[in-house]
């Protein structure tokens, strides 16, 4: 048997990349027996029937999944929000970090639409999370600026690029090679936001690496426990050490160094007030499940 990638899903096929090769390839009925799906991302064992064709036969283990997209063994995901046209959401923008962290994916911001705003006011905005250890880029596909900060980020990486509907992912892609071609539409200005424009899941190579172009979030729900809503802020499960308490959710325990940051400072508040907002949700989610 041969090993390779599955680069894109489509139809009932399912297209392996081995050593610059790439096979059209079905799923044996085993996996639909196993309750198993063959997912982008996935590494496989597949044998060939002749030089295009052949069988995905056996899936090896992943590292992470997204079901919504679904795609697996991503390694960074860079998060696409508009500087404008939809102005920039920081509660969006956070929900996002926080599913991304939980799967143990890497999360790089990257703002979009540069052209329409004064940088040094997204920049002001974008303090908070760069000061907590997340790497932003500012960029503008139409304008090419910024485009050639980032090209270094994908090398040796499968990069899952998402973010809010609208904020120009596809134009992104577009002006990172010219040659993808990627169809895009115009923001609908009625309702500020853009049509689904990405249909299927593909991994795309670029610049040394894979770049999957996805039809974005389907579901942002936080399906999970709050003490992993609290360690999917990197920068508070690294305070939280100096808790007081163990397993602190850094809402209402004395002596939480989380919000001993707050209050000096040293963490946005803003972001704060949003992860009381998700730790509500969680738990309200859990109480809705079991009751």
Known sequence: MQSGLII????????????????????????????????????????IENETDGYVR???????????????????ALL??????????????????VLIEHLDIEPIICISKMDLVSQSYIQAEMTAYEKAGYRVYYVSARENQGIEDIKHLFKDKVTVITGQSGVGKSSLLNALDIHLNIDTNEISKALGRGKHTTRHVELLKMYGGYV?????????ELEMEPIDIAHSFHDFKELSQ??????????????????EAVDLGNISKERYEHYLMFLKESKLLKEKKYG
Do not use: M, W
């Open 8 to 47: 894109k899903a489509l139809s009932g096929f399912y297209y392996v990349e081995d050593h610059g090769y790439i096979y059209q390839c079905r799923a044996r009925g085993k996996f639909r027996k196993d309750d198993q799906k063959p997912l982008v991302g996935d590494y496989c064992e597949f044998t």
């Open 58 to 76: 056996k899936l090896l283990p992943r590292r992470n999944v997204l079901i919504r997209p679904p795609i697996c063994n991503v390694d960074q």
């Open 80 to 97: 696409v929000f508009s500087a404008k046209e939809p102005d920039i959401n920081t509660l969006l923008l956070d929900r996002f970090l």
């Open 212 to 220: 999957a172009d996805t039809p974005g979030f389907s579901s942002l």
């Open 242 to 259: 100096t808790c007081k308490f163990r397993g602190c959710l850094h809402d209402s325990e004395p002596h939480c160094s989380v919000k």
